[in-house]
């Protein structure tokens, strides 16, 4: 059983679209992250939430929208794509007392 | 200068070899220290944890913490061409939802 699951995989699309991005953890862990993997692959901190409250907010782009539905998922939404959006993202959960993360597989995200 | 410095390598060696890899950084506040694996297209995967100063040891891995140089580093020993893969430091101020800071990870490579 997959602990941190993200979907899609890969996702390629175009300039000026509207994609989401789902995430779901079965650890019953209280808290979700979002990290984006740019092409050098420096992995950087997009958003974390505790228990549906969003937490951090790196000074994301707004066009980046995330939303958790419950304490398991935490899906991203993204508007309005630029060519600089693509990257791979990468779900996370843990729990508040640890720092220490569980990682998705990663969605490819290419805008063409 | 970025919070944390990682030489990216790549690092080749022959298996069976002792391996070290080391991160500095600035943060005086940094507490918890992490060391992660990533595989080519898989997710970052939690090797070992370690708060404040000290060693910690888990199989062939070990993880060393100076924070009066501000410098970790994990050892590897007798290497295996398994461990091939990218190495990512990683550390936060506080346990639970607080930015964590990554490192822009060392490639390994270890020839058979």
């Known amino acids: 059983d997959t602990a941190v699951s993200q979907t899609p995989k890969y996702l390629v699309t175009q300039m000026g679209n509207d994609k989401s991005i789902k995430c779901e953890q079965n650890l019953g862990h209280d808290t979700m992250y979002w990290y984006k993997q740019d092409s050098k692959k420096f992995l950087k901190i997009m958003f974390s939430y505790n228990n549906k409250e969003l937490i951090i907010n790196e000074t994301v782009p707004n066009r980046f929208s995330p939303k958790s539905p419950d304490k398991a998922h935490l899906n991203l939404h993204i508007n309005s794509l630029e060519l600089g959006d693509s990257a791979v993202y990468f779900c996370?959960?843990?729990?508040?007392?640890?720092?220490?993360?569980?990682f998705g597989q990663g969605t490819r995200l290419t805008v063409v | 200068q970025k919070e944390v410095e990682q030489d990216p390598g790549p690092l080749s060696v022959p298996e069976g070899a002792i391996v070290s890899l080391n991160c500095t950084y600035s943060?005086?506040?940094?507490?918890?220290f992490m060391w992660y694996r990533q595989y080519s297209r898989k997710g970052p995967e939690l090797l070992m944890y370690?708060?404040?100063?000290g060693n910690k040891e888990d199989g062939r891995f070990t993880a060393q913490v100076d924070k009066s140089s501000k410098y970790i580093s994990l050892f590897i020993r007798d290497s295996q061409p398994s461990d091939s893969a990218t190495y990512l430091c990683a550390m936060t101020l506080i346990g639970g939802y607080q930015k964590v800071t990554f490192g822009i990870g060392t490639k390994l490579q270890v020839i058979p």
């Open positions: 996370a959960s843990s729990t508040p007392q640890g720092a220490a993360a569980f």
């Open positions: 370690t708060y404040s100063s």
């Open positions: 943060n005086s506040a940094f507490q918890y």
